[in-house]
C-alpha cells in the first residue's frame, strides 16, 4: 500500500512533443504529490509539486494533472527541448505519518529528440 | 551552505570494511534525510532527522546501517561490514521545516563494494 506505480519506464519523443508520465499510487494517506527531475550525476531537483484539493497545478513549461478518485497523477511538459532529457520521478508523501518521508516511484528516462 | 554538500563523491572499499558518508544540510535546514538509489531503481528511503526529536530509522536495511546527526547539522551514514549490495548513490536531502515544503537533495555519494 506504500507503493508508488510509475509508467511509463522510458520515453523518447520529438522536440516539441509533449511527453506524459504517470503514477498510481494505493494510499489514501497521501496528501503531497512531487515531481523530480534528475541529470546523470547530479541529485534530484524539485520540479513542481501539487495538493489532491486541487486537480491541475501548472508551473512553466510542466504540469500535473492529479485524478483523486481514481488516486493517479501525471506530468506534462509541454514543448518539449532536448534539455529536458533526464530521468523523472515522482513521489507521495503524507503528513500525518509525521516524518514526510517520501516514496518514490521507479523513475522514467526522458529523452528529447532535437 | 548554498546547497546540500556530500563527501566523498565517490567511494570504492573492499567488503567487509567500514565506510562513513558525510552530509552538509542546507544552513537553517531542521530536516534531514538519507535515501538509497541502486542502479535503474528510486529512490529508497533509510532515515529522517527533525531537529532534536527522535530519528525516524524505519528504512534502514540492516543493523550494519546507522547514523547520526551532530548540533542539528552535519550528518554521517555509516555502513559496517560492507557487502556488495550496498553499492548504490546515497542521497542526502534537507528541508527547511518539518512539513511538505520538498526537499533539496545533494549530489550524493556513489558507493562501489568490490
Known amino acids: 500500500q506504500q507503493q508508488v506505480k510509475q509508467s511509463p519506464q522510458s520515453l523518447i519523443v520529438q522536440k516539441g512533443g509533449i511527453p506524459i508520465i504517470n503514477c498510481a499510487y494505493e494510499?489514501?494517506?497521501?496528501?503531497?504529490f512531487p515531481w523530480y527531475q534528475q541529470f546523470p550525476g547530479k541529485g534530484p531537483a524539485l520540479l513542481i509539486a501539487?495538493?489532491?484539493?486541487?486537480s491541475e497545478k501548472k508551473e512553466g513549461r510542466f504540469t500535473i494533472s492529479f485524478n483523486k478518485s481514481a488516486k493517479q497523477f501525471s506530468l506534462h511538459i509541454m514543448d518539449s527541448q532536448p534539455g529536458d532529457s533526464a530521468t523523472y520521478f515522482c513521489a507521495a508523501s503524507s503528513e500525518t505519518s509525521g516524518t514526510y518521508k517520501y516514496i518514490f516511484g521507479t523513475g522514467t528516462r526522458l529523452k528529447v529528440l532535437a | 551552505g548554498a546547497g546540500v554538500s556530500q563527501s566523498p563523491s565517490n567511494k570504492v572499499t573492499e567488503k567487509g570494511k567500514d565506510v562513513e558518508l558525510r552530509c552538509d544540510p542546507i544552513s537553517g535546514h531542521t530536516a534531514l534525510y538519507w535515501y538509497r538509489q541502486s542502479l535503474g531503481q528510486g529512490l529508497e528511503f533509510l532515515i529522517y532527522?527533525?531537529?532534536?526529536?527522535?530519528?525516524?530509522k524505519s528504512g534502514l536495511p540492516s543493523d550494519r546501517f546507522s547514523a547520526e546527526r551532530t548540533g542539528g547539522s552535519v550528518s554521517t551514514l555509516t555502513i559496517q561490514r560492507t557487502q556488495q549490495e550496498d553499492s548504490a548513490v546515497y542521497l542526502c536531502?534537507?528541508?527547511?521545516?518539518?512539513?511538505?515544503?520538498?526537499?533539496?537533495f545533494g549530489s550524493g555519494t556513489r558507493l562501489t563494494v568490490v
Open positions: 494510499n489514501t494517506a497521501f496528501d503531497y
Open positions: 536531502a534537507s528541508s527547511i521545516s518539518q512539513g511538505n515544503y520538498g526537499y533539496t
Open positions: 501539487i495538493r489532491p484539493d486541487v
Open positions: 532527522f527533525q531537529g532534536n526529536s527522535a530519528p525516524d
